[in-house]
């Protein structure tokens, strides 16, 4: 296991525990890549690519006689810059005759225990002797332009980490004009594509489908990771499902513009280039200079999309997430945004927080509408100053009142926006990102403040840090709502505004950078109108993002079933809302949201008080609930059993550790005459026996007293492998939206 370096063959071979990745120094010095997959054994692969000759994919100069050497046709792990590979490229670098070109050549390497870290841009870490980098140093003669790939291998995880420096060691400034953080080619197979797009209040859909043989692009320009297009994909073969079938992630840990294509090429070797997006980007190199691409965390499977899955699960929180939150039990919240939006004061969140308090919830969030003349999204954001004429006294009495009640306290930020109407703007109406001479498109009103000037970083630094130190607050949603446009910084000449929007991102990672550090007892919860930035990058510092501002719970399955696909149940903020939900209008049982929210961070967010005493003790109910089931919930294995979109009927999923299990099932579309209930558990020990010791069924129209036990099914016992293989038939339901959650113990 680990990194092996093959002198006689100039073979690198990254083995982790199932899989292995090698690359080889060809005789010309340029670096191909010659695997990546199941692990394999000995044996020569360079078998696998014989010289072929192809019409129009020109040769290496020293083999023009020979022919059937070529860049166009051979994987290569890093691509040069217009020197014969007419597939996708990594770079597009420029001299200042204009002239594009670099062809690298190696040079040298280095292995290292641990793994390697990247100045300024979040990555993963080892958590202890478990990784391994190797570093691959490669000159353009021309240019001068080192490149460093990256390798960090985390054996035990299947996980293998990239990342890109590039570095100018000529004498003449160079211009990047495209960095990707990573390229891997797929020589043989065919593939579909699932990956996760929406729109705000919609993110992250799966959607599958086979490549074609043309490029496939999945990017945001937004200056976030976006509602749109998550910065994550999977390719797999046609026939993968849940449980089998080789599949290969790709997820880059970068919240900003990304972009990753995918290109089926003349001889059907599949490409994927993935980093930055590089539109408008260009990036100056002046002598000596270095530009650093963020990291991919590639991980490939054998066995099907579910274990993919599990995979990115496990390393998000032990490798990607530093918080010291990310294996504790999170406070059960409410938040006041769908109970007041922005119509409060002191005594309205009291008594939001008294009643929450009196029905087993531990923190209070006070969301937007706190500072400044913020009475509604046109005003106030900079102004991180509270507003005294909702909140008499400042932060400090309300605190105190929700301490007294034995409540934690959490508040609402959205450092990175400014109003126009608002004293920070008036002061410094060059801290916004404009374009000279022209009006800014206007995003729910409001402005970008430029983060790529250290001094607008600083300020935030500064501000938000007096009020975490001046008032007892344990918890911030950190919000972003609204994305990139007219991005220009007063602060930068001419020749690097291509650099603004991802110098504005490096700005991002160092303000909360330095605030985690700085207050590490402070839960974060990243938010962007919902799940607009919901990537490895934010996680890096929030170890929860809040999913969605579609707080429908029907909508909620399709966006946690995306959402899973790469990111844990750990990291999904997901609340309770009322009836009829304020996105979609639906009215669903208070149960079943309560179901489908405790398959994340769970807390609430509704006004507590317009509940009737019966709904007041289902939420009492549901807290405990949560509180009983909260480890196999956040830290077992996560299955996926029915796919919201192919089988609509039901949609169900599944937790699993050592000792027990908990199944989770909402019935969308009730049908007369129906064929029972029936599921194929997942994740069990074939031979061992499991007792069934819960059977809750919610809102059915049959059970009338929504919570008790069908009684004859509680306390049978079964063997992991009937209850995988042959199935459980679940109790009948019909209404709209009943659900259930079915608790197994493993008997010792
Ligand atoms: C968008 C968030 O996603 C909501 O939860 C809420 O915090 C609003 N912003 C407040 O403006």
Excluded at 397 to 404: C, G, Q, S, T, Y
Excluded at 533 to 544: E, I, K, N, S, T
Excluded at 591 to 618: H, I, K, P
Aim: charged letters at 25%; hydrophobic letters at 35%; one cysteine or more.
């Amino acid at each position: 296991m680990g990194i092996q370096f093959d002198a006689r063959t100039q073979t690198f071979t990254l083995q982790t525990i199932h899989t292995t990745y090698q690359m080889r120094v060809d005789e010309r010095g340029r670096l191909l890549h010659m695997y990546y997959g199941r692990k394999i054994g000995r044996g020569d692969l360079r078998e696998l690519y014989p010289p072929a000759d192809h019409g129009f994919s020109p040769d290496y100069y020293p083999c023009r006689l020979r022919r059937g050497v070529s860049p166009d046709v051979l994987p290569q792990e890093y691509t040069g810059c217009n020197v014969g590979d007419f597939r996708l490229s990594c770079l597009v670098v420029r001299d200042p005759d204009g002239a594009a070109g670099a062809d690298f050549l190696y040079e040298s390497h280095e292995i290292t225990p641990g793994k390697y870290t990247l100045d300024g841009l979040p990555c993963a870490h080892d958590e202890g002797a478990e990784a391994e980098t190797l570093c691959i140093r490669m000159k353009d003669p021309v240019t001068g332009l080192c490149l460093e790939l990256l390798y960090g291998v985390f054996a035990e995880q299947d996980v293998i980490t990239r990342a890109v420096r590039l570095k100018n060691a000529g004498a003449a400034p160079l211009r990047l004009e495209k960095a990707a953080s990573a390229c891997l080619d797929l020589p043989f197979g065919n593939w579909d594509l699932v990956h996760f797009h929406g729109r705000h209040a919609m993110e992250r859909k799966m959607e599958r489908a086979p490549l074609p043989a043309a490029i496939t692009t999945v990017s945001s320009t937004r200056g976030a990771s976006s509602h749109h297009h998550n910065p994550f994909v999977i390719l797999c073969d046609h026939d993968a499902t849940e449980d089998h079938g080789l599949c290969y992630g790709v997820m880059l840990v970068y919240s900003g513009s990304h972009r990753t294509d995918m290109e089926v090429d003349q001889n059907g070797l599949t490409r994927v280039v993935s980093g930055l997006h590089d539109e408008r980007f260009s990036w100056q190199l002046e002598p000596g200079e270095s530009f650093t691409a963020p990291e991919v965390l590639l991980c490939c499977s054998a066995g099907g999309l579910g274990d993919l899955s599990r995979h990115y699960h496990k390393f998000l929180r032990r490798n990607i997430c530093r918080s010291p939150f990310r294996y504790t039990r999170r406070p059960v919240l409410i938040n006041n945004w769908e109970a007041t939006y922005f119509d409060f004061n002191t005594d309205t969140i009291c008594r939001i927080a008294e009643k929450a308090a009196s029905l087993g919830v531990e923190m209070m969030v006070l969301d937007d509408g706190w500072f400044g003349k913020r009475n509604d999204d046109n005003a106030g954001l900079g102004d991180w100053y509270v507003n005294e004429e909702k909140l008499p006294g400042g932060l400090r009495p309300l605190i105190e009142r929700v301490n007294a009640l034995g409540m934690k306290f959490g508040l609402w930020v959205e450092p990175e926006m400014v109003s126009e109407d608002s004293d920070l703007y008036r002061a410094h109406p060059d801290w916004a990102l404009t374009l000279p001479g022209r009006s800014p498109a206007m995003g729910r009103n409001q402005l970008v403040l430029d983060l790529s000037r250290p001094e607008v970083v600083d300020y935030l630094v500064e501000r938000l840090s007096a009020l975490l130190a001046e008032n007892h607050i344990e918890y911030i949603k950190w919000d972003m709502n609204r994305n990139m446009s007219d991005v220009y910084s007063r602060a930068l000449p001419p020749e690097r505004q291509g650099e603004v929007a991802h110098r504005y991102m490096l700005g991002v990672y160092r303000l909360l950078d330095r605030l985690t550090t700085a207050f590490p007892h402070v839960l974060f919860e990243g938010c962007a109108g919902g799940g607009g930035r919901f990537d490895a990058g934010m996680l890096c510092y929030f170890p929860q993002i809040w999913c969605s501002d579609n707080t429908d719970a029907i909508e909620r399955l399709t966006i946690q079933h995306g959402t899973s696909f790469g990111y844990p149940v750990s990291a999904m903020g997901a609340h309770v809302s009322a009836c009829p939900n304020h996105q979609t209008g639906r009215t669903v049982p208070l149960w079943t949201r309560a179901v489908v929210a405790m398959s994340g961070t769970f807390g609430y967010e509704l006004d507590l008080g317009r509940l009737t005493d019966e709904e007041c003790g289902q939420v009492r109910q549901q807290i405990k609930t949560f509180q009983r089931y909260y480890d196999v919930i956040q830290n077992g294995d996560y299955y996926r059993l029915r796919d919201p979109d192919r089988q609509p009927r039901y949609v169900a999923w599944q937790t699993v550790t050592e000792g027990e299990s908990l199944v989770s099932l909402v019935l969308t579309h009730p049908e007369a005459n129906a064929r029972p209930l029936h599921l194929c558990l997942k994740g069990l020990e074939e031979d061992a026996l499991y007792k069934v010791d819960e059977l809750r069924v919610y809102g059915t129209t049959e059970t009338p007293e929504s919570g008790d036990k069908p009684d004859s099914q509680v306390g049978a016992v079964c063997s992991g492998s009937m209850l995988m293989y042959a199935g459980y038939i679940l109790p009948h339901m019909i209404g709209d939206a009943p659900s259930l959650q079915l608790h197994l113990t493993r008997l010792p």
